[in-house]
């Protein structure tokens, strides 16, 4: 992939383990279980190479309220890739660290950039990072931060596949970028 392309952009999203209550919060480590991927051609819409990338935690354990939040399983991500594996496929397969990368909020950035830096991975940002929500938050003119579903809706656009799975969340926040920009 060529360097600094801007005709497309990666779009990522996150999924880690959480916990419902503040005790639980507080005595365990939250890591990415699925890193959620897609290329947006911003100057056609099309979006495509749409994966979701299920990462085994070397720390945490799958706590029900997680599973029941993105439908992953401890038996899924007892059967993932690493870490490093899922980020060598954003560099070879999406060309993560050349090419923009967009999210919806910060979180993502912020979450990947903490984990490369806990397992000791060299961080992997391309030359500018997109805040989809902020962006969403200027074209809906809202006062306060609106939630992926709830800005999709006020776009009119519906949500597609499953809340909080990685690959779905990243699709429809490519689809939020596009109908924003087009």
């Known amino acids: 992939m060529p360097n600094n392309n ?16 503040a005790e639980e919060k507080a005595a365990n480590t939250s890591e990415i279980i699925e890193i959620g991927v897609c ?64 999210g919806y909020g910060n979180y993502d950035k912020v979450m990947l950039a903490r984990q490369c830096i806990n397992y000791g991975v060299k961080p992997m940002f391309g030359p500018t990072y997109l805040n989809i929500s902020a962006m969403a938050t200027l074209k809906l003119k809202a006062n306060k931060r609106v939630g992926l579903k709830s800005a999709l809706n006020r776009l009119g656009l519906k949500f597609e596949g499953t809340p909080h799975r990685g690959v779905d969340d990243a699709v429809q926040a490519a689809r939020m970028l596009w109908e924003i920009i087009k």
């Open 6 to 21: 801007y005709s497309e952009v990666i779009v990522v999203d996150l999924e880690a383990t959480c916990w419902n209550t």
């Open 39 to 102: 290329v947006l051609n911003v100057l056609t819409g099309e979006i495509r190479k749409p994966a979701g990338l299920i990462i085994k935690p070397r720390q945490s354990k799958i706590s029900p309220f997680c599973q029941e939040l993105t439908s992953i399983t401890q038996a899924m991500v007892d059967e993932g890739m690493s870490f490093e594996d899922g980020l060598g496929i954003l560099r070879s397969d999406y060309g993560v660290g050349n090419r923009m990368m967009a």
